[in-house]
């Protein structure tokens, strides 16, 4: 398994900012090239290029390493079979990529990557100056690219270590939310629940600081001095912004994997949220939940029990939060507490949350699990002291965010680099 780390590439001289710019808008070419070439095939009803004739048709034009080239063609074909898999399934929106692009992220392979006496050299093709960068590894790079985020950042692969899979017969399930991130209970009768509101605060201050910038931005000239600069404190405020919300993914994700380690939990079955976003409920709300990336959550979460041993099963959780454990009825519950509306059933004052992840269970693994006994309430990161009991200063100690973090199964430094 292969994990990714990211060095981002910050103070570039104009001469080098230009030459990592073209690079990326000459990938966009051929990028452009395939699509163009695949519409007409669709509209002409002529067969698809395969990878072969996609990588013919591309041979020699551009000035990228061959190898790079053929990245990208790799990755249109693995688009275009996403999107083809996803209508066939009944997703008819989902479109052929159709779209121009200016830029594309610039890829090379294992084999083309050099890396000596800490140097990393990527080559840009045969008679082409090689893009050279003084970088600090500990560790021997895979494939690499070269991706633009509010700045350009290095994306190198590395080989992760992975245990072997557990068979303690011990199964869990998994309930994403908003207010509380996850949700756990176990067939052994362990819960547990990790807090979400540090990251929906965090949100929430971002759309507050970026409404009032946009505010000022609107009464300057567009690209004037005055307006660049707006831009720029933009882009610093979303960069530390998105930096912290990562980090309290990944402090959250890796509570709930080190919780089914300690008890032997050897399947996952995680909830997919994806219907909750169809439903309409208002221009707050709604805004909550278009922010919500519980995507990213499933991603983080299955590379890491996947490292961890732990089998993961991902599935719909449709119906789970509105249905009796004990008595099968349907009710919406108002607030974090279920309680079952039938009065001959027993299940009254539970979770909400503990209530989803124990009908998951029903639906994954056809067996009714007990509530748990004692239920573990856990944060992220320590966030200060609070009127709200959930946000308090506990008797957990403060963490603060380090310098480097993961995104998805991709490892985020700060570490400084230069271009030579």
């Not at 690219?145 to 692969?157: A, Q, T, Y």
Request: aromatic share 8%.
């Amino acid at each position: 398994m292969q994990t990714t780390k990211i060095y981002r590439l910050p103070y570039q001289k104009s001469k080098v900012f230009e030459r990592l710019k073209a690079a990326q808008i000459e990938a966009a070419k051929v990028w452009n090239e395939c699509m163009v070439t695949h519409k007409e095939c669709r509209i002409n009803q002529r067969p698809w290029l395969n990878q072969t004739a996609l990588q013919k048709l591309t041979k020699g034009k551009y000035e990228l390493h061959s190898q790079s080239v053929q990245m990208i063609c790799q990755a249109f074909l693995a688009n275009i079979d996403s999107t083809r898999a996803n209508r066939r399934a009944g997703i008819k929106n989902m479109k052929y990529p159709w779209r121009i692009k200016r830029f594309y992220p610039v890829s090379w392979t294992a084999q083309a990557v050099k890396y000596s006496n800490g140097k990393l050299t990527l080559p840009m093709g045969r008679g082409r100056k090689p893009l050279s960068f003084k970088l600090d590894l500990d560790f021997i790079p895979g494939a690499v690219s070269l991706v633009w985020n509010r700045g350009f950042e290095l994306h190198i692969k590395q080989e992760a270590i992975t245990e072997e899979k557990k068979t303690t017969g011990v199964k869990a399930a998994i309930d994403l939310g908003e207010i509380h991130h996850s949700a756990v209970s176990t067939n052994n009768g362990q819960g547990l629940i990790v807090t979400g509101r540090g990251i929906r605060s965090l949100k929430r201050q971002r759309n507050v600081a970026l409404a009032k910038l946009s505010r000022k931005q609107s009464k300057c000239t567009k690209y004037s001095k005055r307006w660049k600069k707006l831009q720029a404190a933009k882009n610093r405020f979303c960069l530390r912004n998105e930096r912290q919300i990562r980090e309290y993914r990944h402090q959250a994700t890796r509570q709930v994997v080190e919780f089914c380690q300690t008890h032997d939990v050897d399947t996952v079955f995680i909830g997919n949220p994806d219907g909750v976003r169809n439903k309409n409920c208002g221009r707050r709300h709604n805004q909550r939940m278009a922010q919500w990336e519980y995507g990213r959550d499933i991603d983080y979460l299955t590379y890491k029990f996947k490292m961890s041993g732990i089998s993961v099963l991902i599935g719909s959780e449709r119906g789970t939060s509105s249905t009796c454990p004990e008595c099968g009825r349907r009710h919406k519950p108002r607030g974090r507490t279920w309680n079952c509306p039938n009065p001959e059933c027993s299940y009254k004052n539970k979770h909400r949350d503990i209530t989803g992840s124990l009908m998951m269970q029903v639906l994954a693994f056809d067996k009714k699990p007990e509530y748990p006994e004692a239920i573990k309430y856990l944060r992220p990161v320590s966030t200060g002291s609070s009127r709200c009991a959930d946000t308090r200063q506990s008797s957990l100690t403060r963490t603060n965010i380090p310098s480097t973090s993961f995104e998805g199964n991709r490892l985020i430094s700060t570490q400084s680099i230069s271009v030579v």
